[in-house]
């Protein structure tokens, strides 16, 4: 059994390692808007695998495109919390971090006058903020931003993909899982 959790990035790339992965792993779905730094994120986490009944071989995680009212600091100190209800709910799963995606070109998302908007210069913070916390509780790491970035062209709109940019995307992380479970596979 493996685990994707994420935005609404994941959502979308989950069909295309569900297929990639058929006859291999029963891939799951945990998708959300709460960000590292939302408090509700360790208990959403409990409550799903609690929920699930499910132990899980591989999680690919990812949560970036979400929160943007919290700080950078605030998403960062609260990956540790989340990595600490991922082992807990998956205990023994090997954990494979899902770097956050660009938005098109460099616009903002749009917001109301003063809310807190993406950028690809705060996504890159949060990305380079949550490469140390992988490094130093040795998580591996999925450069889904770097690949992306590559595949400016699929986007539809500023933050999602097209169903042949969620390919892409879904073929790295199901190349990423396929390892993690080991080579026979």
């Given at each position: 059994?493996?685990?994707?959790?994420?935005?609404?990035?994941?959502?979308?790339?989950?069909?295309?390692?569900?297929?990639?992965?058929?006859?291999?792993?029963?891939?799951?779905?945990?998708?959300?808007?709460?960000?590292?730094?939302?408090?509700?994120?360790?208990?959403?986490?409990h409550d799903y695998f609690r929920?699930?009944?499910?132990?899980?071989?591989?999680?690919?995680?990812?949560?970036?495109?979400?929160?943007?009212?919290?700080?950078?600091?605030?998403?960062?100190?609260?990956?540790?919390?989340?990595?600490?209800?991922?082992?807990?709910?998956?205990?023994?799963?090997?954990?494979?971090?899902?770097?956050?995606?660009?938005?098109?070109?460099?616009r903002a998302t749009p917001g109301?006058?003063?809310?807190?908007?993406?950028?690809?210069?705060?996504?890159?913070?949060?990305?380079?903020?949550?490469?140390?916390?992988?490094?130093?509780?040795?998580?591996?790491?999925?450069?889904?931003?770097?690949?992306?970035?590559?595949?400016?062209?699929?986007?539809?709109?500023?933050?999602?993909?097209?169903?042949?940019?969620?390919?892409?995307?879904?073929?790295?992380?199901?190349?990423?899982?396929?390892?993690?479970?080991g080579e026979s596979y």
């Amino acid at each position: 059994n493996v685990l994707l959790e994420g935005d609404s990035i994941t959502r979308g790339y989950y069909p295309a390692v569900e297929k990639d992965l058929s006859g291999v792993a029963n891939v799951y779905l945990f998708a959300t808007s709460a960000c590292s730094g939302d408090p509700r994120l360790p208990g959403q986490l409990h409550d799903y695998f609690r929920m699930m009944g499910v132990k899980f071989a591989v999680v690919h995680f990812n949560n970036g495109m979400h929160g943007w009212g919290y700080t950078e600091g605030q998403y960062a100190a609260g990956l540790p919390e989340m990595i600490s209800a991922l082992r807990a709910g998956a205990p023994g799963a090997k954990l494979i971090w899902a770097t956050t995606t660009p938005l098109q070109g460099d616009r903002a998302t749009p917001g109301g006058p003063g809310a807190p908007q993406a950028t690809n210069a705060r996504i890159e913070a949060r990305n380079g903020l949550a490469a140390e916390v992988m490094r130093h509780v040795g998580i591996q790491v999925d450069d889904q931003h770097a690949l992306m970035l590559r595949h400016q062209e699929l986007h539809a709109g500023d933050v999602h993909y097209t169903e042949a940019g969620y390919a892409v995307a879904g073929e790295r992380a199901a190349e990423m899982i396929r390892k993690a479970l080991g080579e026979s596979y």
